[in-house]
């Protein structure tokens, strides 16, 4: 690291606002009213996100006239929707090597349910002209380490070599590539939630914000087979009762852990934060000096990755590398800002792209994740099959959560399907474990895979996770 490249690092982040991109808009909806005049629905979905999003706009598809209510505590995609990087991927099982080493036998079935899922998305967004820059131009995996070369399959089918990967997106750091062109989308992630919300309220979903659950149960005998959850609003507390219930709430806290019957749920995931930036608008000469398809994700490899992309706007959006555990599974506000790691991204993007020197970013920000120690989303049901949930998507729920949603309908309906009788759904992985033994686990697998990184070379601390098959990614 050079000094001129730390100085123009912080001259560059000099005047970026800590705002996500994505909400950053004109386009954003008024907020919508809270759940205090509601009182019954069919179907009760808690969580305003693509997983709840998606979960209601399926339910009144699949079922016309269905009565559903959407509640979100905050606002519509505030939080991980409206803070991640926009890459809708095909992969249910957080890429192939994870997929193949955790459900070996039905892997193959895993693909081509996730490329399904793909098309799927893709097929609704253009039946109801959701306009939220949906490009589906695959995208573009790239080694910047020796060592990194090999896992590529240098002599195979695909095989992209130092100059050929350049001549998709032009870093003098590629040293090999792969392109999968089918795999991958780009999109703007908040304007598809608020397109999918939008969508949903004309076929005749409730959506109501500003309204935090602060309790779910079953009804008791004699009042119906259904649930009857409490909502915090503006204006006092709020009862809702509903037939079923789905609770999307991803990183944050459901009402479930608060029960020993339910404590596991509690541990199954952890909230991490992942770091984002985005330059200014780039003029034409800027982005023909990397060659690059707008349509084409990038991400490179490594256990501490970027991923970035060009915004519908001409911006390059640049994420990912350090992700960051709190204490006790911390979520708060004061998270959101961590200087050292924007300046830790500012400096690899001046390394990956020295032909775009004097680029200044107007956006930095952050967001919650909920990582799993299998990588990616997990299922469970409480209150006699009532309530059904899913959660743990680790960075991959833009495209996942569709699929999610899926299979939480099949479960509500009682209907075996080949998604429902998937390994990966049938079985709940580990839980990490309660403090201080879930902080301590996940900084030494932090510093563990960043050294494997620098070496390629896993040592015992992961070698012993790989055949426990526990994990901590985003």
Not at 21 to 27: A, N, Q, R
Not at 33 to 42: I, K, V
Not at 309 to 324: A, M
Request: with cysteine; charged share 25%.
């Amino acid at each position: 690291m050079t000094t001129s490249t730390t100085n123009w690092a912080s001259e560059a982040l000099k005047d970026s606002q800590l705002t996500p991109l994505w909400l950053d808009s004109e386009e954003r909806p008024v907020p919508r009213d809270s759940a205090e005049d509601m009182t019954h629905a069919d179907l009760l979905v808690v969580g305003g996100g693509f997983t709840g999003l998606w979960t209601a706009l399926r339910a009144v598809e699949r079922a016309p006239g269905t009565r559903v209510l959407l509640v979100e505590a905050d606002r519509i995609a505030e939080h991980a929707t409206g803070r991640n990087g926009g890459f809708c991927e095909a992969s249910l099982t957080h890429g192939e090597e994870n997929g193949r080493n955790r459900w070996p036998e039905e892997y193959e079935k895993l693909e081509q349910l996730g490329l399904k899922n793909l098309d799927e998305i893709q097929d609704t967004i253009t039946r109801y002209g959701i306009d939220c820059g949906f490009l589906r131009g695959g995208i573009l995996s790239v080694a910047t380490r020796s060592h990194e070369v090999e896992a590529f399959e240098p002599g195979e089918p695909g095989f992209l070599d130092a100059a050929a990967v350049r001549e998709y997106v032009d870093s003098p750091t590629y040293l090999a590539g792969r392109y999968a062109p089918e795999e991958c989308a780009v999109v703007d992630p908040a304007r598809l939630a608020w397109g999918l919300a939008d969508v949903a309220e004309s076929l005749g979903v409730t959506i109501a914000e500003h309204s935090r659950l602060d309790a779910l149960q079953a009804l008791k005998r004699g009042s119906g087979d259904g649930v009857k959850a409490h909502f915090e609003t503006p204006q006092g507390m709020a009862t809702v009762t509903a037939d079923r219930a789905v609770l999307a709430t991803n990183a944050f806290p459901n009402p479930l852990g608060k029960s020993l019957k339910h404590l596991r749920s509690r541990w199954e995931t952890v909230p991490v934060y992942d770091y984002v930036l985005a330059t200014e608008p780039l003029t034409d000469e800027q982005l023909a000096a990397i060659r690059w398809d707008p349509a084409i994700g990038v991400a490179d490899a490594g256990n501490q990755f970027h991923y970035y992309r060009i915004t519908p706007d001409r911006r390059i959006l640049w994420g990912g590398y350090d992700v960051i555990y709190h204490f006790g599974r911390s979520i708060k506000t004061k998270h959101f800002d961590r200087p050292e790691t924007f300046r830790k991204l500012a400096n690899h993007f001046a390394e990956t792209f020295p032909q775009l020197e004097g680029v200044r970013f107007t956006h930095r920000w952050s967001g919650v994740i909920d990582t799993s120690s299998q990588f990616c989303a997990l299922f469970g049901k409480a209150h006699g099959g009532r309530t059904v949930y899913a959660t743990g998507f680790t960075g991959l729920g833009v495209g996942a959560s569709r699929f999610a949603a899926e299979v939480m309908l099949d479960r509500l309906e009682g209907v075996e399907t080949e998604r429902t009788l998937l390994e990966m759904v049938r079985k709940r992985p580990l839980p990490f474990p309660p403090e201080p033994f879930a902080w301590f686990g996940i900084l030494v697998t932090t510093w563990a895979r960043a050294r494997e990184d620098k070496s390629g070379k896993k040592n015992l601390w992961l070698r012993t996770m790989d055949r426990l098959g526990l994990g901590f990614d985003s």
